[in-house]
T-cell receptor, first 110, second 114 residues
Framework: DAKTTQPTSMDCAEGRAANLPCNHS???????VYWYRQIHSQGPQYIIH???NNETNEMASLIITEDRKSSTLILPHATLRDTAVYYC???????????FGKGTKLSVKP | NAGVTQTPKFRILKIGQSMTLQCTQD?????MYWYRQDPGMGLKLIYY???????DKGEVPNGYNVSRSTTEDFPLRLELAAPSQTSVYFC?????????????FGSGTQLSVL
């Protein structure tokens, strides 16, 4: 079973920031938080990952709380092309496999 | 680079038929995976491989077989297809220990068993 809890769906206005929460209250000290997204039945796409520090790349920012029990993925300026299912996954680095939950369906609206 | 390539993209099988889903990657990744995704659900791991000649079961291996004779290829075999195997199948690869350790996914094979 997935070790994370995410809202089933969220809406966001185009051009605004999309903040996607994830609860992972049972995360272990050596587990990383990964985010992937899946656009309309395509293969999932890696977005970002982190251990305990906040991370930023060209796609998004990841904010992890100090106790590491939750995190937020931030898409700073959402576009219609960001409409997708977003998966928050925790796993030990180098373990390989990802365990997917149902994710959050983000709808970006004009 | 092509990344992860899956064939075919679509297939319809009759109950009891068999087929092989092909997956190849050109990134020299050690790890390869097969997932299935049922409608409205997340992906579930069928089999994975950590290198040529090594395979292991995932969450839902029943009714499937795999082989890994080369680093590049990881075919998934369905024997005696059943309606419960109607799903979208994704192949993925990764290189644990790399900078991001991210999985790269193929575009999927949509399979219907009727």
């Amino acid at each position: 079973d997935a070790k994370t809890t995410q809202p089933t769906s969220m809406d966001c206005a185009e051009g605004r920031a999309a903040n996607l929460p994830c609860n992972h209250s049972t995360i272990s000290g050596n587990e990383y938080v990964y985010w992937y997204r899946q656009i309309h039945s395509q293969g999932p796409q890696y977005i970002i990952h982190g251990l305990k520090n906040n991370e930023t790349n060209e796609m998004a920012s990841l904010i992890i709380t100090e106790d590491r029990k939750s995190s937020t993925l931030i898409l700073p300026h959402a576009t219609l092309r960001d409409t997708a299912v977003y998966y928050c996954i925790v796993r030990v680095r180098s373990q390989g496999n990802l365990i997917f939950g149902k994710g959050t369906k983000l709808s970006v609206k004009p | 680079n092509a990344g992860v390539t899956q064939t075919p993209k679509f297939r319809i099988l009759k109950i009891g038929q068999s087929m092989t889903l092909q997956c190849t990657q050109d990134m020299n990744h050690n790890y390869m995976y097969w997932y299935r995704q049922d409608p409205g659900m997340g992906l579930k791991l069928i089999y994975y491989s950590v290198g040529a000649g090594i395979t292991d079961k995932g969450e839902v291996p029943n009714g499937y077989n795999v082989s890994r004779s080369t680093t590049e290829d990881f075919p998934l075999r369905l024997e005696l297809a059943a309606p419960s195997q109607t799903s979208v199948y994704f192949c993925a690869s990764s290189y644990p220990g790399g900078v991001n350790e991210k999985l790269f996914f193929g575009s999927g094979t949509q399979l219907s068993v009727l």
